[in-house]
DNA sequence: TACTATATTCGTCGAATATCGAACATCAAC
DNA sequence: GTTGATGTTCGATATTCGACGAATATAGTA
């Protein structure tokens, strides 16, 4: 965990091209929609494929374009989506989220396709 | 304009990350924005202030991702945007357009910030 | 045919990105 | 203090991206 505090952007400096490249990656947008469907978690819970070094560094690719927060817990590091970022872009997540997960898999989310 | 036609993706083989990254250059989403707000065009009616070839890479880029076709007229070339993409990804344009523009500019998309 | 307008393709460049392994930092437990 | 668990940072490497200029292709016009 390197130091003790982790930086995070304020809400209004993230801008649009930023999320849509931080969710751009197939990696990036299942740990969104993995955290969407539960609650805060440590790294271990995405499944991912990667060296721990590299999942780390999509972290900080969330984590930088506001869309999750890192807090520490202990020995591990939770991580949880960004609330504010809601504000910021209104029904992006839903929409994207929904649309990553398919018809089948709706959580109430902005879009749902019927087909 | 090259060949006689212009290679266009089916539908359904375009990714969700794949669009998104395309629409995560301020450039491209701009493009997209203004050809939401009218139709078919040339080159020219997005004043970009970049070379022609550099544009004509991201036109590239947005027809890759099945977000915009091309059609010849004369020795111009008209773009515009596919309409297909909201049956495969229904709400996606409505909504990232309309965070792109703001508030102040909205046109019956999806959401909606009143902050 | 030659010339112009418009767009594409090619080759290249520098910057950013993705990935890994190794070394390091932090906390909890022994 | 040592050890183990969990992330982070660093260095190296390979790929991708965005940009440009130059050469090319096509349609229309003189």
Not at 84 to 106: C, D, K, M, N, Y
Request: with cysteine; hydrophobic share 45%.
């Amino acid at each position: 965990m390197a130091q003790d505090g982790y930086e995070h952007p304020a809400i209004g400096d993230v801008t649009l091209p930023e999320v849509l490249h931080a969710l751009s990656d197939p990696l990036r947008l299942h740990i969104v929609a993995t955290l969407r469907a539960g609650g805060p978690r440590g790294w271990g819970a995405f499944d991912a494929q990667v060296a721990a070094s590299t999942l780390s560094h999509h972290m900080k690719v969330l984590r930088m374009a506001g869309l999750v927060c890192n807090r520490r817990d202990g020995t591990r590091c939770l991580v949880s989506l960004r609330p504010e970022i809601e504000t910021r872009f209104p029904g992006l997540l839903a929409t994207v989220v929904a649309l990553h997960q398919g018809p089948g898999t709706s959580q109430g989310a902005a879009a749902m396709p019927k087909a």
